[in-house]
């Protein structure tokens, strides 16, 4: 069973920067295809951005106009979403996900507030 346990969400000013972190338990990363996903209230959820693994390499699939960076310490089982210049349309809960690739089962975090006031 993977666990996933995001923080580092709180409240922050605009043009100020974030970094959110995915703590991963049950599963090494080199076994999990991880992203970070966000929800606005009344929006639904969508992708921000996300790593993947296959034959050792690493690959960015999204981001928000180079402000948002997806990253991992393999050492922590970590995952991290580096934010910046953030703006108040970045409000949202923020949450990891992570995608076993022999099950493809997907996991979901409880998620973290950010909240981006002008």
């Known amino acids: 069973q993977v666990q996933l346990a995001e923080s580092g969400g709180g409240l922050v000013q605009a043009g100020d920067s974030l970094r959110l972190s995915c703590a991963v338990s049950?599963?090494?990363?080199?076994?999990?295809?991880m992203a970070w996903f966000r929800q606005a209230p009344g929006k639904e959820r969508e992708f921000v951005t996300g790593l993947t693994w296959w034959g050792g390499s690493t690959e960015y699939t999204d981001s928000k106009t180079g402000r948002f960076t997806i990253s991992r310490d393999n050492a922590e089982n970590t995952v991290y979403l580096q934010m910046n210049s953030l703006k108040p349309a970045d409000t949202a809960v923020y949450y990891c996900?992570?995608?076993?690739?022999?099950?493809?089962?997907?996991?979901w975090g409880q998620g973290t507030q950010v909240t981006v006031s002008s």
């Open positions: 996900n992570a995608k076993d690739i022999a099950s493809t089962r997907s996991y």
């Open positions: 049950g599963r090494t990363l080199s076994s999990l295809t």
